[in-house]
């Protein structure tokens, strides 16, 4: 009588976890197509050529996607009191997990301040500071970017008078007519950071729940095979 009453809560506790990784999952799966698809970002990225910001975003999207996929497979073995299915579910769980945490570290490499995509962008306005202002298409990314950032050059305003350049009017407050202090590498990498953390913190929860999940399935299985032994 025990193990059924055990039994039963266990699979009521693991339905309400699945029922909470999906709406996590349409959550997640929204916030990444909106800073995917942001106009303004994707303005940036394509113009900086730092396209790696978005490899994160994948592979969380698609995580998501198989969270929903596996919360499907947990629910039918649960009810079904399936032992392959639950043992199924509890491998999908723990890859789930090693998906969900990759896709989480890469996006917080490629988005945060003095990651990797952070020297990509240093490097990219220095480089194109060195074509300015002979060369038209750099001269329009530069006044794209730091006008509407707000910053200037790849590690500050120094980039310019250390490569000999006439420091652009973009580089300078409209209002106060102060050079921006923050360089286009910080100001970049702290906005992809602002969009970002909301994304990383729901896939380490994701994370989290499914090591819940995989514990609270074995823990059925064993509650399965006492009551078929009793």
Known sequence: METEKSKMIIEYILFCLNVITW???????????????DPEITDWIEKLEVKQFYTGLYIL???ALAHIASGVISCMGTFSENKRLLAVNIVAQILLFILCLA??????ENSSFKSSIHHAIKNIMVG???LYPSYEPANKILATIQESVGCCGGEGYNDYIRLHRALPSECRDSV??????YSCADSISWILEGR??????LAILLCAKKMLNAVLSTVLIHLINLSQDQ
Do not use: D, E, N, P
């Open 176 to 181: 106060t007519g102060h050079t921006h202090y």
């Open 103 to 108: 896709g989480a570290a890469v996006l917080m």
């Open 61 to 63: 999207i698609v995580c």
């Open 196 to 201: 970002s953390s909301w994304i990383t913190g």
């Open 128 to 130: 194109l500071i060195q």
């Open 23 to 37: 709406l996590i999952c349409v959550i997640l799966i929204g916030i990444c197509f909106w800073v995917r698809f």
